[in-house]
């Protein structure tokens, strides 16, 4: 069982940055594959990024070079470092965990089993 905690988010002027966190409770929390994902209003949930219980990462393509997502197994905590903020990057962000992935899986909603309750990102033009 996993909890998940998304806290960052707020309101920034487009070409900014944020930094969102998300913390975790559960004793096997390096065991999980976590995701990024986001829903803007009248939008279905989109994925932003994942990072693998490995560390490998994956990425959206409208993200590609602006967000990186990692993660501090110690803390038991993934981030998303996003930069060079965009408006149409405004939504709600969830982070979201699942104990076993496949490739084809990371950025299906339905494949992660747990999830925040989400952070409001804004991007003002």
């Known amino acids: 069982q996993v909890q998940l905690v998304e806290s960052g988010g707020g309101l920034v002027q487009a070409g900014g940055s944020l930094r969102l966190s998300c913390a975790a409770s559960g004793r096997t929390f390096s065991m999980y594959n976590l995701g990024w994902f986001r829903q803007a209003p009248g939008k279905e949930r989109e994925f932003v990024a994942a990072?693998?219980?490995?560390?490998?990462?994956a990425y959206a393509d409208s993200v590609k070079g602006r967000f990186t997502v990692s993660r501090d197994n110690a803390k038991k905590s993934v981030y998303l470092q996003m930069d060079n903020l965009k408006p149409e990057d405004t939504a709600v962000y969830f982070c979201a965990a699942a104990r076993f992935l496949s490739t084809a899986q990371t950025i299906s909603p339905l494949a992660y089993g747990y999830w925040g309750r989400g952070t409001q990102v804004t991007v003002a033009s």
């Open positions: 990072i693998t219980s490995s560390s490998n990462t």
